[in-house]
């Protein structure tokens, strides 16, 4: 008997189309992973971006409460150094206003003390407890003299008002301790050299209880006395200029003026005589035209002095020189009897 075996083979050219279709269906599967990755990712990222928009509102939210400007009443003047040397500048520095408006400076009277202001216009004399516009600035340098103390204190502030306003928003006051070297320090304890003097009986006086002895204490006060007139004596009135400005309320304020609006100068009048003068009358040119002319003023003793403020209305031309002439009788010179200064107004 003749057995025959059949094998069933499979050729190569049979196996190619099993394999084309089990990569068509991985890559049908890898397909299908990424798109259930995609979606997962992007309805995650909308709530992402939320909680982000969310973050940065608040901290706007935080920066400025209802959509509020900062007020002014946290006005804040710093300087960069508290410890000046006389002759020597100092730089204050102080918040930027958030309103349309100025700045203005001021500074305590102080024996012996003169400051200047310092721009790019130059050196400009400052006078004590006087008001100066500075601006709409947010910084200022100053030098400072002192010729009387070794040290001295010097308070001063910075205030800001807005615009045709008559009262400042914000006020801030500070000290400077002012050097100067070259005056030696007096010691309290060791007695001067005392002018012999004859001795007069003293007069009886009932006896005190003594007490213990602490820790002395003393106060210097200056005091500024008005020589008495000498009949023999002259008067010699002298007039100078001081500043232009605005009149704020019923306060001077030193600055410029604008031609478009109302303006003040304001002068000085003083006795550099021995002898009490006689009254005396004054008269200005006005930059809107004319002159002003005053009733008789009351006499000055010896070293007395009047500062004289005179408003005028809007108008003015871009320069203006005034003139101001002082009369009064028995005045014994008459070279310092007027000046003339010649002030550009902006606008």
């Known amino acids: 008997m003749v057995v025959s075996l059949y094998m069933n083979t499979i050729s190569p050219q049979e196996k190619r189309p099993l394999r084309i279709i089990g990569?068509?269906?991985?890559?049908?599967?890898?397909?299908?992973?990424?798109?259930?990755?995609?979606?997962?990712?992007?309805?995650?990222?909308?709530?992402?971006?939320?909680?982000?928009?969310?973050?940065?509102e608040s901290v706007r939210s935080y920066q400025l409460p209802?959509?509020?400007?900062?007020?002014?009443?946290?006005?804040v003047v710093t300087s960069d150094s508290t410890v000046v040397q006389s002759g020597a500048s100092v730089r204050l520095d102080w918040t930027a206003a958030t309103t349309p408006g100025s700045f203005v400076f001021t500074y305590d009277c102080t024996d012996g003390v003169a400051i200047d202001l310092n721009s790019d216009e130059g050196t400009r004399s400052l006078s004590c407890d006087t008001n100066?516009?500075?601006?709409?600035?947010?910084?200022?340098?100053?030098?400072?003299?002192?010729?009387?103390?070794?040290?001295?204190?010097?308070?001063?502030?910075?205030?800001?008002?807005?615009?045709?306003?008559?009262?400042?928003?914000?006020?801030?006051?500070?000290?400077?301790?002012?050097?100067?070297?070259?005056?030696?320090?007096?010691?309290?304890?060791t007695p001067a050299e005392e002018t012999p003097v004859a001795e007069t009986p003293a007069t009886p006086t009932t006896p005190t209880t003594p007490t213990t002895p602490g820790t002395p204490t003393y106060t210097t006060e200056y005091t500024y006395a008005?020589?008495?007139?000498?009949?023999?004596?002259?008067?010699?009135?002298?007039?100078?200029?001081?500043?232009?400005?605005?009149?704020?309320?019923n306060t001077f304020v030193a600055g410029t003026v604008d031609r478009e609006e109302?303006?003040?100068?304001?002068?000085?009048?003083?006795?550099?005589?021995t002898k009490t003068s006689n009254s005396w009358s004054?008269?200005?040119?006005?930059?809107?035209?004319?002159?002003?002319?005053?009733?008789?003023?009351?006499?000055?003793?010896?070293?007395?002095?009047?500062?004289?403020?005179?408003?005028?209305?809007?108008?003015?031309?871009?320069?203006?020189?005034?003139?101001?002439?002082?009369?009064?009788?028995?005045d014994s010179a008459s070279l310092n009897n007027q000046f003339s200064q010649t002030v550009r107004f902006t606008n």
Request: net charge negative.
């Open 23 to 56: 990569i068509g269906l991985g890559l049908v599967t890898g397909v299908v992973i990424i798109a259930w990755l995609v979606i997962n990712i992007v309805n995650a990222v909308p709530g992402s971006f939320t909680s982000l928009a969310s973050l940065a």
């Open 132 to 189: 100066y516009n500075l601006g709409n600035v947010t910084n200022a340098s100053l030098s400072i003299d002192s010729t009387k103390n070794r040290y001295v204190d010097l308070p001063y502030s910075v205030a800001f008002l807005q615009t045709d306003a008559t009262e400042p928003d914000a006020v801030d006051t500070a000290v400077l301790t002012v050097v100067n070297d070259t005056i030696s320090i007096v010691d309290e304890d």
């Open 262 to 273: 109302e303006g003040a100068i304001q002068f000085e009048v003083k006795n550099l005589g």
């Open 66 to 75: 209802n959509n509020e400007e900062p007020s002014m009443n946290e006005l």
């Open 226 to 249: 008005i020589p008495v007139s000498d009949p023999n004596g002259r008067s010699d009135l002298s007039v100078r200029f001081l500043n232009t400005g605005r009149i704020v309320g």
């Open 282 to 330: 004054y008269e200005s040119s006005l930059p809107t035209g004319g002159r002003f002319e005053s009733t008789a003023q009351t006499s000055l003793k010896p070293n007395e002095r009047a500062v004289i403020t005179i408003g005028f209305p809007a108008g003015s031309s871009a320069t203006h020189t005034f003139t101001v002439d002082i009369e009064s009788t028995g």
